[in-house]
């Protein structure tokens, strides 16, 4: 009789490679996201410079560590760097461009080019790469970067430190109230300009944290921030607006398509699978998952019983009327 043993385990091994990329793929789009869903859904400015905020991260945090600090103190430092940075552009620029998103998306994206072009011209086309941490996982006849898996635990409380930041500091209450309604919060007493500093100031260094922890695993070169942008707007189009909700939910749905069809295909037609995704999501829920959300919370708020708020939504949805947010 031929043994059924062997297969058994490759399938075991399969899976676990499937899990392991799930995580890599949640935590890429996560970090990836996080900074560009806070400066747009707070501010309603779309960065196309996001990559680059990435790119200055990733680039003062490989400086630092190559330089011999630790890699701890280099991420911080580099997440501080692109806080800063983000500061000065917008006190500089940016801040003429609130509630203009076509404004400042040229703007954006005008800087975008020009940060990658000085990036170039300064530090050439690339640079040397600090080393990754922690080796591998082997597992049967794979291996994976012990390292990738464990930023899946570093969004996670990436996002939980958020939350915390927006709900529980007077901070986070000053900059919904600013967001909600910027006048009246003004009348009440609290510093808008301020708020708005320290909003894009806390965006940029979400940004910088996701090129400080991607650094080592990465070629350094001036287009490093462009391996996270389509994956960070794919990402907020399909969660929508909530930094929390939207982003972790987003994160586990694209995650599990991208490692999915990652795993059985190539990485190539992991990253087509997201924007066919994000078409799909464009289509369906025009306010992303958090709209869905928001749209069965007002329902059972108007009394609806549950399975007819989960019902209607999901007509919605699955013949195109809506999507959230109240058709």
Do not use: C
């Not at 995580?23 to 806070?38: C, I, K, M, N, Q």
């Not at 006048?183 to 909003?199: H, K, S």
């Not at 306010?287 to 007819?308: C, L, N, P, Q």
């Amino acid at each position: 009789m031929v043994s059924t043993t062997a297969p058994a385990f490759v399938d075991i091994f399969s899976l676990v490679n499937l899990l392991l990329q799930f995580l890599d793929s949640f935590a890429f789009l996560v970090l990836a996201a996080v900074g560009l869903v806070v400066i747009f859904g707070m501010m309603g400015i779309i960065n196309l410079a996001h990559g680059e905020f990435i790119l200055v991260g990733a680039y003062a945090t490989t400086l630092v560590a190559v330089a011999g600090a630790p890699f701890v103190v280099a991420v911080i430092i580099g997440t501080l760097v692109t806080a800063v940075f983000g500061i000065l552009l917008e006190r500089s620029i940016l801040k003429y461009f609130y509630e203009r998103p076509l404004d400042s998306m040229v703007a954006t994206w005008a800087i975008s080019i020009m940060m990658i072009q000085g990036t170039r011209i300064y530090f050439g086309n690339s640079i040397t790469q600090a080393s990754t941490p922690f080796g591998s996982i082997s597992y049967g006849p794979y291996s994976y970067s012990a390292y990738r898996v464990s930023l899946a635990f570093v969004s996670l409380a990436v996002l939980a430190g958020i939350y915390l930041v927006f709900t529980r500091t007077e901070f986070g209450l000053k900059a919904r109230a600013t967001i909600q309604d910027a006048d009246t919060a003004r009348a009440m007493g609290v510093n808008t300009e301020r708020i708005y500093v320290l909003t894009f100031g806390f965006g940029s260094a979400l940004a910088g944290l996701t090129g400080a922890l991607y650094a080592p695993t990465l070629s350094m070169s001036p287009e490093f921030g462009q391996n996270f942008l389509i994956e960070a707007f794919v990402a907020v189009v399909v969660g929508g607006a909530s930094v929390v909700m939207g982003t972790s939910l987003a994160g586990i749905l694209l995650g599990a398509i991208s490692a999915f069809f990652s795993n059985v295909y190539s990485t190539f037609w992991g990253r087509i699978a997201l924007l066919a995704a994000a078409i799909i999501a464009i289509r369906l829920m025009p306010y992303g998952i958090t709209g869905v959300i928001e749209d069965f919370r007002d329902r059972r708020a108007a009394g609806m019983s549950v399975k007819e708020a989960l019902r209607i939504p999901a007509i919605g949805v699955f013949l195109g009327f809506g999507g959230g947010k109240n058709d």
